[in-house]
């Protein structure tokens, strides 16, 4: 029989942020873009972790990886450790958060749990002063490329790479519970002002396959929008997750083309990225992974 103390388990907190984010994006690969470094980085740096606790924390395979049970219970531990080393890091260093960040968020993530998340962090960080900005997603882009803005956080166009990705989303049709079409007319559609990305989505979707359309409503919000549709104006799209209980996601009977996926991401401003506010809301973001971006309780 074995008395004594046992060896003490060090948990490196490289190790940690990449595993939370393997769990995230439940994917090698989306964790490495997230993070900036190779999948092979991300293998190890996992395999490490298991090494160190002595138990399996993901299965993989070649088409996903899930969580065993114990990953599972890593997560929770994986957070409140990083948390602690990230106080602690920030009290001896005196880099504390303060100043004013502006925040950019697509108005439809009003939604979403990212209020809350806007909330705890100003809890947290009392001497941060808060300048937020709710508007389209295009618009927003140019705003932080115009240095007007710190932080945006909200869509982005397909495939193009930039930011850190949240959240991957499957768009939709959307109308009322009596939306009728008539395909051989052009589609009444409800969309945001010009440049959009939800309606370029639905222009593109519309033209492959050749039936026409007209903006039947301009709406300057994410409300508007919502009004439009439920009164039967026109129809639009949304994320999947957040169609809101006075709209329905329209089905195939309705023979409208696929709209394919948006994701939602964040991004900084190059110039003030290292400014302790900016990475402290950057970090609390990432930190919640997509359910910082799945709809409000």
Request: aromatic share 4%; with cysteine.
């Amino acid at each position: 029989m074995t008395t004594g103390q046992g060896p003490t388990t060090t948990f490196e907190p490289v190790q940690l942020r990449t595993f939370l984010a393997v769990a995230q994006t439940h994917s090698f690969t989306q964790a490495a873009a997230r993070l900036g470094v190779r999948q092979s980085t991300v293998s190890q740096h996992v395999r490490k972790l298991e090494d160190a606790v002595g138990r399996q924390l993901v299965h993989r395979d070649t088409h996903s990886v899930t969580l065993t049970p114990d990953g599972e219970a890593m997560i929770g531990f994986a957070r409140s450790i990083l948390a602690s080393h990230e106080q602690a890091a920030a009290y001896f260093t005196g880099a504390r958060p303060v100043g004013r960040l502006r925040i950019g968020m697509s108005d439809d993530l009003a939604l979403t749990r990212l209020p809350a998340i806007l909330r705890d962090f100003r809890g947290e960080n009392p001497r941060v002063d808060l300048e937020l900005t709710v508007d389209q997603s295009g618009t927003l882009h140019r705003r932080l490329e115009n240095d007007r803005l710190d932080i945006f956080i909200g869509k982005r166009p397909p495939r193009s790479g930039e930011g850190k990705l949240v959240r991957r989303e499957r768009l939709v049709w959307v109308g009322n519970s009596s939306t009728r079409l008539d395909l051989s007319q052009p589609v009444p559609l409800a969309v945001y002002p010009s440049p959009s990305i939800s309606g370029a989505a639905m222009h593109e979707a519309l033209d492959r396959v050749g039936i026409g359309y007209r903006s039947a409503c301009v709406c300057r919000g994410v409300n508007g929008l919502i009004a439009a549709v439920a009164s039967g104006i026109g129809v639009s799209c949304l994320a999947s997750s957040l169609v809101p209980v006075q709209l329905v996601a329209l089905g195939p009977q309705h023979k409208l083309p696929e709209l394919g996926q948006i994701d939602l991401v964040l991004l900084t401003n190059p110039r003030t990225r290292d400014r302790p506010a900016s990475r402290a809301l950057a970090a609390a973001v990432l930190s919640s992974g997509p359910s910082s971006l799945a709809p409000s309780a």
